[in-house]
């Protein structure tokens, strides 16, 4: 079975500042990968995914996320961070297969402080 | 274009009552799933079903039933609603199970009390 581990339950940064989210997974096979934001009292929406390719992915909002196969990571990045940034951050996989959907890390709390 | 549509936004349940959770979506999309989303647990799959009339067990599917008729329609029942079942429900659906983005619908947020 996949498992998705995400380093970090709560961040707290101050505006500008850089981000870096990891997200390690497990699974024996070729996955898709994908970062989820919520915003409070939103549903989820997709900042951006990766099924292969280049493995530096751009996503919405100024982020990206680079896949180091190696290391079975999938961390997200953006260089500087915004107030209207405050949110929970999910990681997911899905296997190629892909029919038993998707596995979620626990989510990130990030806090923005103006 | 609608996407993913659920419905109630908010229910508030009395335990051993039984009630549905519907979800439909308007894509055309092959796969549909239910995921209940717990503080500190992230999202966890209940069901899912990769077109009409096949449907499969997720992670936590204990409590919970569905059925796929149609393409569009992905209803989850809870059959005695049991306090532990307060939770955020949310629908998703893609085109297909793989290699495609996973959509979401807004969410059911359930207290059974």
């Known amino acids: 079975a996949q498992s998705v581990s995400q380093h970090n339950h709560h961040v707290i940064l101050s505006e500008a500042a850089s981000l870096e989210l990891g997200c390690n997974y497990s699974?024996?096979?070729?996955?898709?990968l994908f970062w989820y934001v919520q915003y409070p009292g939103q549903h989820l929406q997709l900042l951006l995914k990766y099924f292969s390719g280049d493995p530096l992915v751009k996503g919405i909002k100024g982020f990206e996320a680079e896949f180091i196969k190696s290391k079975f990571s999938f961390n997200l990045r953006k260089p500087s961070v915004q107030w209207s940034d405050t949110a929970e951050y999910f990681c997911?996989?899905?296997?190629?297969?892909?029919?038993?959907?998707?596995?979620f890390g626990k989510g990130t709390h990030l806090i923005i402080q103006p | 274009n609608a996407g993913v549509t659920q419905t109630p936004k908010f229910q508030v349940l009395k335990t051993g009552q039984s009630m549905t959770l519907q979800c439909a979506q308007d894509?055309?999309?092959?796969?549909m799933s239910w995921y209940r989303q717990d503080p500190g647990m992230g999202l966890r799959l209940i069901h899912y079903s990769v077109g009409a009339g096949i449907t499969d067990q997720g992670e936590v599917p204990n409590g919970y039933n569905v059925s796929r008729s149609t393409t569009e329609d992905f209803p989850l029942r809870l059959l005695s609603a049991a306090p532990s079942q307060t939770s955020v429900y949310f629908c998703a659906s893609s085109y297909r199970y793989s290699g495609n983005t996973i959509y979401f619908g807004e969410g059911s947020w359930l207290t059974v009390v």
């Open positions: 997911a996989v899905n296997s190629l297969r892909g029919a038993d959907g998707l596995t």
């Open positions: 894509m055309n999309h092959e796969y």
């Open positions: 699974y024996g096979g070729t996955v898709n």
